[in-house]
């Protein structure tokens, strides 16, 4: 683990890297898939720039929002102190909800196609999200509960993990489980054109979120009824995912009940 690399004299952070490593290759599957449905790339990086800047402000708020109960407002006059607030860390669904939102205001802005680019790349989101699960690893961050059983992992002094005891390799285990999860968007997409990969994507990684977050040790998650903010929010997402499918059945089934009887009466007409 190692929360810098050192290379030419430089500190370069690990975290970042990762997630810089996991865009570039995303990007690069990307481009292939568009270009071949002769699709404009601009319009992806026009995309990406809304969902970066929402992702980041959501990730952040919702970490602020979460560490209130630590924050000393008395030294929030404290430059140095608020630096560290703000460097302090982001929570993945906060800058899932602000990258949407990000996405939805640049479409009324720019008016790109949405629908094409999360049913073509939406597979891609799992992809780079597990490169940044191991940047969290090799930072030590996210780390997962005390675990003295096989693939236990002990994070050195200069980690952000509590040093010297075995932890559950959480970061790791979700690293893996999202490659799953982005093999299995690309199959349905290219494979059977699912209508539902978008609400699949939302919904299998809630339940994965859920329970993982069992496996988490670190402190600044926000614990209310028991269960961590981002249960609350997996809990949320996946009755809205079973709440769309619904709809989305009757809306297909009425519409195909209309065609039917549209047939029927264009028959008659004919006799």
């Known amino acids: 683990m190692h929360v810098y690399f050192h290379l030419f004299g430089l500190n370069i952070p690990a975290y970042g890297t990762m997630i810089i490593t996991g865009v570039l ?7 292939f898939l568009i270009r071949r449905d002769g699709k404009s790339f601009d319009d992806l990086i026009l995309i990406e720039a809304y969902a970066i800047l929402g992702g980041f402000i959501g990730a952040k708020l919702l970490y602020i929002l979460i560490s209130i109960p630590s924050i000393d407002f008395r030294k929030l006059g404290d430059l140095e102190y608020v630096n560290n607030l703000i460097r302090g860390g982001f929570v993945f669904y906060g800058g899932m909800i602000g990258g949407v939102l990000g996405i939805l205001i640049g479409k009324k802005i720019h008016h790109y196609d949405v629908t094409y680019f999360a049913k073509k790349i939406v597979f891609l989101v799992p992809f780079c999200h597990a490169f940044g699960r191991i940047g969290c690893f090799m930072a030590g961050c996210c780390y997962g509960v005390e675990y003295h059983g096989p693939c236990h992992v002990v994070f050195p002094e200069d980690s952000f993990a509590i040093p010297g005891v075995p932890l559950f390799p959480v970061q790791m285990v979700e690293a893996f ?9 690309f199959i349905l997409m290219i494979k059977f054109h699912s ?4 609400e699949i994507y939302i919904g299998v990684y809630a339940c994965l979120r859920f ?7 670190d402190a600044d998650r926000g614990i209310y009824g028991g269960l961590s903010t981002s249960q609350w929010i997996s ?27 549209s047939e029927e009466v264009e028959k008659k007409e004919q006799v």
Do not use: H, P, Q, W
């Open 25 to 31: 290759f995303a990007n690069l599957i990307a481009y």
């Open 235 to 261: 809990i949320m997402l996946l009755t809205g995912v079973v709440i769309s499918f619904i709809l989305r059945r009757k809306a297909s089934k009425d519409s195909l009940s209309a065609d039917t009887i």
């Open 195 to 198: 209508r539902f990969v978008v």
């Open 211 to 217: 329970v993982l977050e069992k496996y988490r040790f």
């Open 177 to 185: 489980c999202l490659f799953l999860i982005s093999l299995l968007l």
